[in-house]
């Protein structure tokens, strides 16, 4: 696999994106393909376990683009995955690579935050940070749209699908944690249609280097319209098929039933009647969705501000500010009011398990792929022999 430059003449485009990533194991469905594609002829599949990309064309069958064959290179340009993607980004970013110990990325600070407004704290994941950033950046012109994730229909399938939400009421209705897959960034139309100008992405790890690659790429003009990136720490999704083929086969737990799930350690579940379920995670596994075998992402390293609930404290959210604008939004929630801060290593336990986690998923990055997310992962420990006798 050879390497395109950012500099000089860029030629990749769908037949190579196919062949790389899409069919590869590395496409991890995020539909940044999808959304920067000018001329409407891919589109994104999310059922059937299937998260990927697809050519709408004929012509020149599912491995080509008669608009790549005349000189469209959108799709490659806008894929995070594409060849030298993370070297490339955090330059963009932040002015230089990460260091080969820096397994989460690049970062300014790491804080615990949560949101002081009751109502966001209590319908929010983990003290509420995303919604109560979401409401404020709304509110102070930021931002005037969000692509975030809902639940389908009236919320029993939990099958999450990408929304828009402009309002206190639809950023207040998209929080908490699904454990499935949405890919939000396909929202895009749909708050572009609606006259949205400033977009917020709130998407997991693999999403979030969507709107950076944009950027740095010249990916065409949805590159302009992300405003704030909110990525979310991510081990893995699972696919659709785990509630009944799991939850309700092995423990006769009905998705209708469920209120609110969580992963600490295990799969947490909540259900209508009051009752709590702890699932084991080792098998859950067996659903893992194949966009997430490969990405070696845990961090959301590449974006403004990057959240997520690990640690001690149920109701704060480990937060690392990455970007200047990460840190001003923050900043100022914090001297507002409009959130709580204490210091990230209040729960040194959270930040090893942030680099642990992070140390994990970089493993996973395959070998023959370009280098740069394997760069400093530790070898790992050799298992004990087994004691004699």
Not at 91 to 118: C, Q, W, Y
Request: hydrophobic fraction near 35%.
């Amino acid at each position: 696999m050879t390497d395109t430059p950012v500099k000089g003449r860029w030629t990749a485009q769908w037949k190579e994106l196919f062949s790389e990533v899409v069919t590869s194991g590395l496409c991890t469905g995020c539909a940044g393909c999808v959304v920067a594609c000018p001329h409407d002829v891919l589109a994104y599949k999310d059922t059937e376990g299937v998260y990927r990309p697809f050519h709408l064309e004929e012509e020149l069958g599912p491995d080509n683009c008669i608009h790549g064959e005349k000189g469209c290179t959108s799709c490659t340009r806008a894929c995070p995955r594409f060849r030298t993607w993370e070297s490339e980004i955090d330059n963009h970013l932040f002015g230089r690579t990460r260091l080969p110990d820096e397994m989460d990325g690049v970062s300014k600070d790491i804080i615990l935050a949560r949101a002081t407004d009751t109502e966001v704290h209590e319908k929010g994941q983990d003290g509420g940070l995303v919604s109560a950033i979401l409401l404020w950046a709304l509110d102070h012109g930021y931002i005037d749209a969000a692509l975030v994730s809902y639940l389908e229909g009236d919320g029993t399938s939990w099958k999450a699908i990408p929304g828009v939400a402009t309002t206190r009421e639809q950023i207040l209705a998209s929080a908490g944690s699904r454990y499935t897959y949405s890919a939000n960034t396909m929202a895009y139309a749909e708050a572009v249609a609606g006259g949205a100008e400033k977009l917020a992405l709130v998407g997991m790890s693999c999403q979030s280097s969507v709107p950076p690659v944009l950027s740095l790429r010249k990916a065409g003009k949805p590159a302009r319209r992300f405003a704030l990136n909110i990525g979310l720490l991510c081990s893995k999704t699972f696919d659709d098929a785990i509630f009944e083929e799991l939850f309700e086969a092995k423990y006769g737990l009905k998705k209708q039933d469920m209120v609110k799930m969580n992963i600490k350690g295990v799969f947490q579940i909540w259900m209508r009647n009051g009752d709590y379920h702890e699932v084991p995670l080792k098998e859950c596994h067996a659903w893992t969705r194949e966009g997430c075998k490969l990405c070696p992402d845990f961090a959301a390293e590449h974006a403004d501000i990057s959240t997520g609930g690990i640690g001690a404290f149920n109701d704060w959210t480990l937060t690392v500010i990455r970007t200047d604008l990460g840190r001003e939004i923050i900043v100022k929630m914090l001297q507002d009011g409009t959130i709580q801060g204490r210091p990230g290593d209040d729960d040194p336990g959270a930040i090893a398990l942030l680099r642990k986690l992070s140390i994990v998923s970089r493993r996973r990055w395959p070998d023959t792929a370009v280098p740069d997310p394997k760069v400093g992962v530790p070898p790992r420990k050799p298992k004990a022999a087994p004691a004699p006798g």
